[in-house]
């Protein structure tokens, strides 16, 4: 299995507040990705990093930034949480290449209630 | 623009028996890989099968295999010998070479019965 670690594992929290998500991963692969899963959406993805510093936006992103400050951890922040993101969150890894996508390994998932 | 659509919320399945999880896809690029994962009732994402455009024989892991119809834009999971534990979501996805996201489908429950 991938070495991929979420903090925390469950938070409850409430309208306003600031909330951050760690990943910590422990296989030094370069590419890193913040999903949220609800029902009948499958996963849409928040934000990416292809590298040290290196971060783009997803499909969902509004009212979310991202950070990585070292290889190994990636942070998600909700700045103000809002009900709306009430979700299960999941980090994922991969190394891609130009040559082909390479298999995205996925963190235990973060489940958070935003009351 | 990158699309997955999975066409089948809900599956029943006998135990023993084989069963076909649908998933067609949308893409104008020519280089891509197609992914399935399950997850299970506790959550985690556990990656199946892989299948590259370019690869000529469809992938095949144990039970699982990947019937790649790429003139159809399809690519269907078959789970043969179907399990109790077989009870999950599926989700297909998609990656485009050169472009590192990955497009997933809303997913198909699976339920198998003893």
């Known amino acids: 299995d991938a070495g991929i670690t979420q903090s925390p594992r469950h938070k409850v929290t409430e309208t306003g507040t600031p909330v951050t998500l760690r990943c910590h991963q422990t296989?030094?692969?370069?590419?890193m990705y913040w999903y949220r899963q609800d029902p009948g959406h499958g996963l849409r993805l928040i934000h990416y990093?292809?590298?040290?510093?290196?971060?783009d936006k997803g499909e969902v992103s509004d009212g979310y930034s991202v950070s990585r400050s070292k290889t190994e951890d990636f942070l998600l922040t909700l700045e103000s949480a809002t009900s709306s993101q009430t979700s299960v969150y999941f980090c994922?890894?991969?190394?891609?290449?130009?040559?082909?996508?390479?298999?995205?390994?996925f963190g235990p998932g973060t489940r958070l209630t935003v009351l | 623009a990158q699309k997955i659509t999975q066409t089948q919320p809900g599956m029943f399945v006998q135990e023993k028996e084989a069963v076909t999880l649908d998933c067609t896809y949308d893409?104008?690029?020519?280089?891509?890989?197609l992914f399935w994962y399950k997850q299970p009732s506790s959550g985690e994402m556990i990656f199946l099968i892989y299948?590259?455009?370019?690869?000529?024989q469809n992938a095949t892991e144990g039970r699982y295999s990947l019937n790649f119809q790429k003139a159809r834009k399809s690519a269907n999971l078959v789970i043969s010998a179907s399990q109790l534990g077989d009870s999950a979501m599926y989700f297909c996805?998609?990656?485009?070479?050169?472009?590192?996201?990955?497009?997933f489908g809303s997913g198909t429950k699976l339920n198998v019965k003893p």
């Open positions: 996805a998609m990656s485009i070479y050169n472009f590192n996201k990955f497009y």
């Open positions: 296989e030094n692969h370069r590419y």
């Open positions: 990093s292809y590298g040290v510093k290196d971060t």
């Open positions: 994922a890894i991969s190394e891609s290449t130009s040559e082909s996508p390479d298999t995205q390994y």
């Open positions: 893409t104008s690029d020519p280089s891509y890989g």
């Open positions: 299948q590259g455009s370019y690869d000529q």
